[in-house]
């Protein structure tokens, strides 16, 4: 079954760090471009950031020079640092797979919270 | 940054109901769309990626279309698992922008 599960959110405070996790399974992650999308309360998704199958990187203009993007292949595993933390990054984060060659995104981890707040 | 502005933002309607929702580009993104829905507490689900191509077992009644910078998703006979939030994403260049959502309910 493909599948994609995050860890790592947790209670923070402004200015402190947080690195996500998500373990892919079911597919050969090495040939996938991937994602990171968050969903603050009430909210619509944002998307955060992108990594593509050669480590190319892409970053919402909120979170440059704050956040990094980075994968491991051999543990078909992809991470977000997450620097600088600031209570507007509250939100549940999810990883998520794109369509070979399309775009957008066809497989969501079940997410996992995060709380920047004093 | 390509701004996705859906409306309604919600809707009421009743099982049966033949729904349309809209989303707008602030400029052309071709067909680099794509629809989800979402319920509460979980993650978002594909419906439909290239504004009209169909995600393998989805039902039929979901329909999506346009192209450039007007696009629509029916739903031509809602089902009572259809009450949900519906975005729209494009995916025609970085930033990827997300609709603000419409949010469908029961009548």
């Known amino acids: 079954e493909v599948q994609l599960l995050e860890s790592g959110g947790g209670l923070e405070q402004p200015g402190g760090s947080l690195r996500l996790t998500c373990v892919a399974s079911?597919?050969?992650?090495?040939?996938?471009?991937m994602n990171w999308v968050r969903q603050a309360p009430g909210k619509a998704p944002e998307w955060v950031s992108t990594?593509?199958?050669?480590?190319?990187?892409y970053y919402t203009d909120s979170v440059k020079g704050r956040f990094t993007i980075s994968r491991d292949n051999s543990r078909n595993t992809l991470f977000l640092q997450m620097n600088g933390l600031r209570v507007d990054d509250t939100a549940v984060y999810y990883c998520?797979?794109?369509?070979?060659?399309?775009?957008?995104?066809?497989?969501w981890g079940p997410g996992t919270m995060v709380t920047v707040s004093t | 940054a390509i701004q996705m502005t859906q409306s309604p933002s919600s809707l009421s309607a009743s099982v049966g109901d033949r729904v349309t929702i809209s989303c707008r580009a602030s400029?052309?993104?071709?067909?680099?769309l794509g629809w989800f829905q979402q319920k509460p507490g979980k993650a978002p689900k594909i419906l439909i990626y290239?504004?009209?191509t169909l995600i393998s077992g989805v039902p039929s009644r979901f329909n999506g279309s346009g192209s450039g910078t007007d696009f629509t998703l029916t739903i031509s006979s809602l089902q009572p698992e259809d009450f949900a939030t519906y975005y729209c994403?494009?995916?025609?260049?970085?930033?990827?922008?997300f609709g603000g959502g419409t949010k469908v309910d029961i009548k």
């Open positions: 079911g597919f050969s992650f090495k040939n996938y471009v």
């Open positions: 998520a797979r794109d369509i070979p060659g399309i775009g957008n995104f066809d497989i």
């Open positions: 994403l494009h995916d025609y260049n970085f930033p990827l922008t």
């Open positions: 290239a504004a009209s």
């Open positions: 400029q052309a993104i071709s067909n680099y």
């Open positions: 990594i593509s199958e050669t480590g190319s990187t």
